[in-house]
């Protein structure tokens, strides 16, 4: 009988104990849920199709810059003025007009005697006899600034794109200098007297080269370089 009641008293602690712990895990599990709901939107979220619209990444194509095309240069007279004259021509050993062969020599005196010269350029001067500025005929670069006072003055060397060159002689008053970039009508200086043209008044002489040879200024200017 007393085994009986020590096994019921035992029975008893363990039912306890079973129920205490069983009540400790369903408050538990209420508390969680609880939290849980809390968290919870009130509302549910309906997204909206303009709403997926705007999440989707946008690309912009990019547009190329405009790049305006670059005219090719003309070749320029080299004075500042249109009222000018030609007085020397290029010669042209070929030519049988004896006019055209005149108007292409150098006729000077120097130290006493009588020289003549071929011209394997053209002069030019203005009609009022005044000093005019001496211009770039095209752009490029000072190659040569040279100073020969005893007949031919000042000469100036310009190297230009596609193997083109021009010589300027007689060129007063200076204003560029060795590897200076200069762009196509830029002065170069001022028009002058000269021992060669005595008669011409201000004048400068222009010489072409293309690829070292000499050609005939009448033959380049007022023509785009690219047709040359």
């Not at 946008?58 to 240069?73: D, G, L």
């Not at 050993?93 to 350029?121: I, M, R, V």
């Not at 200086?189 to 050609?215: C, I, K, W, Y």
């Amino acid at each position: 009988m007393k085994k009986f009641k020590d096994f019921i008293k035992k029975a008893d602690l363990v039912t306890f104990a079973l129920i205490a712990l069983l009540g400790i895990s369903t408050v538990f599990a209420w508390t969680q849920l609880t939290r849980t709901s809390s968290n919870r939107p009130t509302h549910p979220v309906v997204m909206v199709e303009d709403d997926l619209e705007d999440e989707q990444p946008v690309f912009s194509p990019i547009e190329p810059p405009v790049v305006a095309p670059v005219e090719p240069e003309v070749f320029l007279v080299p004075v500042d003025t249109t009222n000018y004259s030609v007085t020397t021509t290029f010669f042209d050993e070929s030519s049988t007009d004896p006019t055209a062969l005149a108007s292409s020599l150098f006729f000077f005196e120097l130290g006493g005697g009588k020289y003549s010269h071929p011209s394997q350029g053209m002069s030019f001067t203005c009609n009022n006899d005044q000093a005019v500025n001496v211009l770039a005929p095209l752009s490029g670069v000072i190659s040569s600034v040279v100073d020969d006072h005893t007949v031919r003055g000042t000469i100036v060397t310009i190297d230009h794109d596609y193997g083109l060159q021009t010589v300027l002689t007689g060129v007063y008053d200076v204003t560029v200098a060795v590897g200076a970039s200069v762009n196509r009508g830029d002065t170069l200086g001022v028009t002058g007297l000269s021992r060669m043209e005595p008669d011409a008044g201000n004048v400068v002489h222009m010489e072409v080269m293309r690829g070292g040879v000499f050609v005939n200024p009448e033959d380049v200017i007022g023509r785009s370089v690219q047709d040359l």
